[in-house]
């Protein structure tokens, strides 16, 4: 009964601990999804999901192609408030075309594309907003008119 | 000692938990509560890296923009789904099916698209993952089937949900095979127009998914679980020695920035110099690795 009652006690110390270990990222979801129709601009997402945890500096990258005639509208969020997150969109040279930095950490962009490039897309917690945590990106597109 | 001896387990117990995903849970609307874990990848990342992979229904609406007509001869017969077996044949042709659905929907085939995307949900099903399209999801679909807007909305939505619970449960070999599967059906059917209309216009449409082969071909290199992996590998390896005949070029451009709509407009240019010969020979690579996996 001693040894159930120190095992129950333990269990319930050690829950708290757990809980923290682990971030509820289901919120996420809906919150980047409301940012790619916020005016039915008619944009889908392209299929896939990019979901990651990040620490502080660290940077996740998504290598895709921007195809001529396509639009494009890159969100990303990292919680409730709108800009935790910094994205930047580099060719395949590295050269930057585009980052929200600039604007004030912008949740989201729109791209135009003239011709079909090889992109990446570099993503990150702003250490001054957030320093650890779940991250949701959506790529969506739209044929340009 | 009384003391450690259970402790200790508990410790491990604790430390082991923070590694591993929560089980998944459904709140009332039936979306899945979905918890990480910091040191979990969730997507299909190398070293921390992510590949993106042009959506099926993105390749639909071009295909429907050009000249090129419906053909219900280039579908994959839906009825033949129950003859795939293995995990890789299904999440290839789950793939398949995705684009079927999206090449239907953009043509505003609403029969056809319904067939589809019931397909779609048995064959997730039987790689038990058949609640990424809920009966929910399946409802809506049926109730808005004349709106092609809502259906492309609603594909494109049971793609995200399909690759999402499989990264999020580790399957990185069955998620990368539905995009595959996919990408394959598409290249599919942008071959066969090609066939149909040579123009350099359709050339090109094909030869700008040579970054997106070379992103399968990485992906698989990382994921393959087995030897079907490494084939599909080196049948994709043929069809890249064909795309390295296509010389690319590409010159950097300052890009334009309208802040008040948010939109940026990149002026860099690329360039890719097809010509027929190569690329009616990447056509009849597609064609008969689609039909190679149809069989």
New interface residues.
């Given amino acids: 009964m001693k040894k159930l009652l120190f095992t129950l006690l333990t269990f319930l110390t050690f829950q708290p601990i757990i809980s923290i270990g682990q971030t509820k990222c289901d919120s996420l979801g809906a919150i980047v999804s409301s940012m790619i129709n916020n005016g039915d601009e008619g944009f889908l997402t392209d299929g896939q999901s990019y979901k990651y945890f990040l620490v502080e500096d660290e940077t996740s990258e998504i290598i895709t192609t921007l195809y001529e005639g396509i639009n494009y509208r890159i969100a990303t969020t990292a919680g409730l408030e709108d800009n935790y997150m910094i994205f930047e969109l580099l060719d395949e040279q590295r050269n930057l075309l585009f980052s929200n930095a600039n604007h004030n950490n912008a949740p989201y962009w729109n791209f135009k594309v003239e011709n079909t490039i090889e992109c990446t897309i570099e993503a990150k917690l702003d250490p001054n907003r957030k320093l650890n945590g779940c991250a949701q990106m959506i790529i969506a597109f739209k044929k340009d008119n | 000692m009384?003391?450690s001896k259970?402790?200790i387990p508990?410790?491990f117990?604790?430390l082991l938990?923070?590694g591993e995903f929560?089980e998944k849970t459904y709140?009332m609307d039936d979306?899945?509560?979905?918890?990480?874990?910091?040191?979990?990848?969730?997507?299909i990342?190398l070293e921390?890296?992510?590949?993106?992979?042009?959506?099926?229904?993105?390749i639909a609406?071009?295909l429907s923009?050009s000249n090129s007509s419906f053909s219900s001869a280039l579908l994959h017969d839906a009825d033949q789904y129950e003859k795939y077996s293995s995990s890789f044949d299904k999440a290839m042709m789950l793939g398949i099916y995705g684009t079927d659905l999206a090449y239907c929907s953009v043509n505003e085939l609403s029969g056809k698209s319904i067939t589809y995307y019931s397909t779609m949900k048995k064959l997730a099903d039987k790689l038990n993952i058949g609640f990424a399209i809920n009966e929910s999801l399946v409802e809506r679909f049926s109730a808005n089937i004349d709106d092609r807007?809502s259906v492309?909305?609603m594909a494109?939505?049971a793609?995200?949900k399909i690759?999402?619970y499989l990264?999020?449960n580790d399957n990185q070999d069955i998620a990368t095979m539905v995009?595959m599967g996919?990408w394959i059906e598409s290249m599919y059917i942008q071959s066969t127009a090609l066939q149909s209309d040579t123009s350099e216009v359709n050339q090109l449409k094909l030869a700008?998914h040579k970054?997106?082969l070379n992103?399968f071909i990485t992906l698989l290199e990382k994921v393959g679980t087995g030897d079907r992996y490494w084939e599909l590998q080196s049948m994709l390896g043929d069809v890249k020695k064909l795309y390295d005949d296509i010389p690319t070029t590409?010159e950097?451009k300052p890009?334009t920035?309208e802040?008040t709509?948010?939109?940026?407009?990149?002026?860099?240019?690329?360039?890719?110099d097809t010509d027929y010969g190569t690329m009616l020979e990447i056509s009849n690579e597609f064609i008969n690795l689609r039909n190679y996996y149809t069989k």
């Fill in positions: 009384s003391i259970y402790y508990f410790v117990l604790a938990s923070c929560e709140s979306t899945p509560e979905v918890s990480v874990d910091q040191n979990q990848n969730i997507n990342e921390n890296t992510i590949f993106s992979i042009p959506s099926p229904v993105q609406m071009e923009d807007d492309l909305v494109s939505e793609y995200v690759d999402e990264k999020e995009l996919g700008h970054y997106a992103h590409y950097f890009s920035t802040a709509t948010q939109t940026t407009q990149i002026n860099s240019t690329s360039s890719f």
